[in-house]
């Protein structure tokens, strides 16, 4: 199985710069999600990475490195909208399925 | 397209009551999975399917079953409810292959007194 580790809770400034960062060990790694979850709704996908680097999507982007089991989520230009929970999720195909297994989330809270 | 739906979106039973929570895509996506949500737990998957008649165990299946009789619908059924069953619950779909997402519906919040 895998073993998802990312901070409990983080704050930020409007506007500022933020980042996420996601550990994480596996047997089988097959790719990483991040995914974005408002409270009281549900996820939704922000990014998804296989091969080491960063992958850039308007102000979120997201990196990999797989030799050191680590990813992180990078959030500019912060507005209050990104006040949420963001989830790291890692499938590992050891398993046999493309299902992912997630992290506990990092609750992120963006202030005025 | 709808998407992933989920009935009902808020159910509260009492201990030992059984219950299905449905779940259906019409997005023809192979893979149907459930999650439950926790405070501080993260999502945690419950049971999974990889297509119609196949289904498999998760990281916390005691108390939950599960059947795929169509690609469509991934019902969940609660046999005898307990308040450790209190949660949300998420259903979620994904074509099969590595590069995909998965899509989320938008959740059932269940109360078990």
């Known amino acids: 199985g895998q073993n998802i580790d990312q901070p409990t809770e983080m704050t930020a400034t409007e506007g500022a710069i933020v980042q996420i960062n996601c550990t994480y060990q596996?047997?089988?790694?097959?790719?990483l999600f991040w995914y974005q979850q408002h409270a009281g709704e549900a996820p939704t996908f922000l990014s998804y990475?296989?091969?080491?680097g960063l992958e850039e999507k308007g102000r979120f982007s997201s990196f990999l490195s797989r030799s050191k089991g680590y990813s992180y989520l990078l959030l500019k230009e912060l507005q209050m909208k990104d006040s949420a929970s963001y989830l790291c999720?890692?499938?590992?195909?050891?398993?046999?399925?493309?299902?992912?297994?997630f992290g506990r989330g990092t609750s992120l809270i963006v202030h005025p | 397209n709808a998407g992933v739906t989920q009935t009902p979106k808020f159910q509260v039973l009492k201990t030992g009551q059984s219950m299905t929570l449905q779940c259906a895509q019409d997005?023809?996506?192979?893979?149907m999975s459930w999650y439950r949500q926790d405070p501080g737990m993260g999502l945690r998957l419950i049971h999974y399917?990889?297509?119609?008649?196949?289904?498999d165990q998760g990281e916390v299946p005691n108390g939950y079953n599960v059947s795929r009789s169509t690609t469509e619908d991934f019902p969940l059924r609660l046999l005898s409810a307990a308040p450790s069953q209190t949660s949300v619950y998420f259903c979620?779909?994904?074509?099969?292959?590595?590069?995909?997402?998965?899509?989320f519906g938008p959740g059932t919040r269940l109360l078990v007194l």
């Open positions: 999720a890692v499938r590992d195909r050891s398993g046999g399925s493309y299902i992912p297994t």
């Open positions: 596996t047997s089988g790694f097959n790719g």
């Open positions: 990475n296989v091969l080491d």
């Open positions: 997005m023809n996506h192979e893979y």
């Open positions: 399917s990889v297509g119609a008649g196949i289904t």
């Open positions: 979620a779909s994904q074509l099969a292959g590595g590069g995909e997402t998965q899509y």
